[in-house]
């Protein structure tokens, strides 16, 4: 019995009109990059679960696939855990290794393998697939792409000011008609559970707050209660999640409510001097708001903190990112600071699809297809289709001289600019006939002329 054909929930298959979009993202994305001074690096697909695990938090961890071993290897599970219900130990023994959740950690894992050969500090990008074991759902995927940048070997806030840059100028090139930075500080966060007397609950509060755009503010409050968060505190926290006016009239109120926190007040001086800075350039179509209640549930953030969202669509996040003083440390190299910003390549994708803003050009996957008149007209648009061709245009020739019907229909699925017509009239007074698809203006020309203006 013959197989139906299916693919994973949460994976997609992509057009060759699809791909082209998503090259066109990738290519906007690597030029502004490459601007700022950052170079590419690969890492492999999957890593050491040990690599991975540990380095995401207790959800974040829930999320990452796991790769079965193989062979003799199986014949070592552990089943002593799996008798004592340490489910824990037990997956640990069936499994070494794993897809990797997100590039960042293994990015801090190459710095610390690689950092004799590494000048500091290191600009890198890097644009590949990531996966998750999450619900699939619109604008999020078990395996989509990331497209990151981070810097490590320093503490600069300069790094912090290139990535809010690099959020617009990428975006804005991409002609998105409006976005929000949101920006935080995981020690103004720190600084809200030291002064609510709540420090030891710091990741239960960052993991409940996180969840706020999911949940709504009652579900948050909520899950904060349940995570052993006192009913003080909690009082205390409610009114930041409906702080209004502008970034710095927020600092200040917050700069009242962490006057009792030296962490707090470091977070809010840092957030002050990219204010500060970002007065003296102007963003494109960016919006920069201080969001107190942006957490960004991942634990290795330590500084600054973003996330983008797009206007006019309902999608979740587009991008995020953060500093991360501590991460290279687990794996033995200390004292090395980072910061790093990811695109979300698939969501942006799909904004850019829902909202029509691809240009035409992506869409043309061809500059030119001759049509097939006969063997005679054949040769001259196989000669000429060269030519075109050493030019750098793309070309295609229809393989036969099928009703003009068939061959029209055949050019528009292909989304050429244009048809190429040589028939025996052409071929006689050396001309051809073009005709734009998009506009539907026909005109005949020399092939001299043609070729002097290519």
Same mark, same amino acid.
């Given at each position: 019995?013959s197989q139906k054909p299916r693919i994973s929930?949460?994976?997609?298959?992509? =057009?060759?009109?699809?791909?082209?979009?998503?090259?066109?993202?990738?290519?906007?994305?690597?030029?502004?990059?490459?601007?700022?001074?950052?170079?590419?690096?690969?890492?492999?697909?999957?890593?050491?679960? =040990?690599?991975?695990?540990?380095?995401?938090?207790?959800?974040?961890?829930?999320?990452?696939?796991?790769?079965?071993?193989?062979?003799?290897?199986?014949?070592?599970?552990?089943?002593?855990?799996?008798?004592?219900?340490?489910?824990?130990?037990?997956?640990?023994?069936?499994?070494?290794?794993?897809?990797?959740?997100?590039?960042?950690?293994?990015?801090?894992?190459?710095?610390?393998?690689?950092?004799?050969?590494?000048?500091?500090?290191?600009?890198?990008?890097?644009?590949?697939?990531?996966?998750?074991?999450?619900?699939?759902?619109?604008?999020?995927?078990?395996?989509?792409?990331?497209?990151?940048?981070?810097?490590?070997?320093?503490?600069?806030?300069?790094?912090?000011?290139?990535?809010?840059?690099?959020?617009?100028?990428?975006?804005?090139?991409?002609?998105?008609?409006?976005?929000?930075?949101?920006?935080?500080?995981?020690?103004?966060?720190?600084?809200?559970?030291?002064?609510?007397?709540?420090?030891?609950?710091?990741?239960?509060?960052?993991?409940?707050?996180?969840?706020?755009?999911?949940?709504?503010?009652?579900?948050?409050?909520?899950?904060?209660?349940?995570?052993?968060?006192?009913?003080?505190?909690?009082?205390?926290?409610?009114?930041?999640?409906?702080?209004?006016?502008?970034?710095?009239?927020?600092?200040?109120?917050?700069?009242?409510?962490?006057?009792?926190?030296?962490?707090?007040?470091?977070?809010?001086?840092?957030?002050?001097?990219?204010?500060?800075?970002?007065?003296?350039?102007?963003?494109?179509?960016?919006?920069?708001?201080?969001?107190?209640?942006?957490?960004?549930?991942?634990?290795?953030?330590?500084?600054?903190?973003?996330?983008?969202?797009?206007?006019?669509?309902?999608m979740g996040s587009i991008c995020g990112g953060?500093?991360?003083?501590?991460?290279?440390?687990?794996?033995?190299?200390?004292?090395? =600071?980072?910061?790093?910003?990811?695109?979300?390549?698939?969501?942006?994708y799909d904004v850019l699809n829902e909202l029509?803003?691809?240009?035409?050009?992506?869409?043309?996957?061809?500059?030119?297809?001759?049509?097939?008149?006969?063997?005679?007209?054949?040769?001259?648009?196989?000669?000429?289709?060269?030519?075109?061709?050493?030019?750098?245009?793309?070309?295609?020739?229809?393989?036969?001289?099928?009703?003009?019907?068939?061959?029209?229909?055949?050019?528009?699925?292909?989304?050429?600019?244009?048809?190429?017509?040589?028939?025996?009239?052409?071929?006689?007074?050396?001309?051809?006939?073009?005709?734009?698809?998009?506009?539907?203006?026909?005109?005949?020309? =020399?092939?001299?002329?043609?070729?002097?203006?290519?």
């Amino acid at each position: 019995m013959s197989q139906k054909p299916r693919i994973s929930k949460g994976t997609r298959d992509f =057009s060759p009109s699809e791909v082209r979009k998503r090259e066109y993202i990738f290519s906007t994305m690597k030029s502004v990059f490459e601007k700022y001074g950052f170079q590419p690096i690969e890492t492999p697909s999957f890593e050491l679960s =040990s690599t991975l695990l540990g380095k995401y938090g207790e959800e974040g961890d829930r999320l990452i696939f796991r790769i079965l071993n193989s062979g003799d290897k199986m014949l070592k599970a552990d089943l002593d855990a799996l008798n004592d219900k340490n489910l824990g130990k037990f997956s640990n023994s069936l499994s070494e290794k794993a897809l990797r959740y997100d590039l960042t950690v293994p990015f801090a894992r190459y710095v610390v393998q690689h950092q004799n050969e590494i000048t500091f500090p290191f600009k890198r990008y890097q644009i590949q697939p990531v996966w998750r074991a999450d619900r699939p759902q619109h604008g999020r995927y078990q395996e989509f792409y990331q497209c990151d940048i981070d810097v490590v070997g320093s503490n600069s806030l300069l790094y912090e000011i290139e990535c809010i840059q690099i959020f617009d100028e990428v975006l804005s090139a991409l002609n998105l008609p409006g976005f929000t930075i949101k920006f935080n500080n995981r020690k103004v966060l720190n600084g809200i559970a030291e002064v609510t007397g709540e420090r030891d609950k710091l990741v239960d509060m960052v993991t409940a707050i996180d969840k706020l755009d999911k949940i709504g503010e009652e579900g948050v409050l909520k899950e904060l209660a349940n995570r052993g968060v006192s009913e003080q505190s909690i009082n205390r926290i409610k009114p930041l999640f409906n702080l209004n006016g502008t970034n710095k009239e927020i600092i200040d109120v917050m700069s009242e409510f962490l006057a009792d926190s030296d962490v707090g007040q470091k977070g809010l001086e840092e957030l002050s001097f990219l204010l500060d800075t970002m007065e003296h350039t102007s963003l494109s179509k960016g919006k920069l708001v201080f969001d107190v209640t942006l957490a960004r549930g991942l634990n290795y953030y330590t500084g600054a903190i973003f996330e983008v969202l797009a206007k006019d669509v309902k999608m979740g996040s587009i991008c995020g990112g953060g500093r991360y003083d501590d991460l290279t440390s687990l794996f033995g190299l200390k004292s090395v =600071s980072g910061v790093g910003i990811s695109f979300g390549a698939d969501r942006i994708y799909d904004v850019l699809n829902e909202l029509q803003l691809f240009p035409d050009a992506v869409e043309n996957s061809i500059n030119y297809l001759f049509l097939n008149f006969g063997p005679e007209e054949f040769s001259r648009c196989f000669e000429l289709a060269n030519v075109l061709r050493e030019k750098g245009f793309s070309c295609e020739i229809y393989p036969s001289a099928s009703k003009i019907q068939k061959q029209m229909k055949y050019a528009n699925e292909r989304n050429a600019a244009k048809v190429v017509m040589i028939g025996a009239d052409e071929l006689k007074n050396d001309e051809i006939t073009i005709k734009s698809l998009k506009s539907g203006e026909q005109k005949t020309i =020399s092939i001299e002329v043609f070729l002097n203006k290519h």
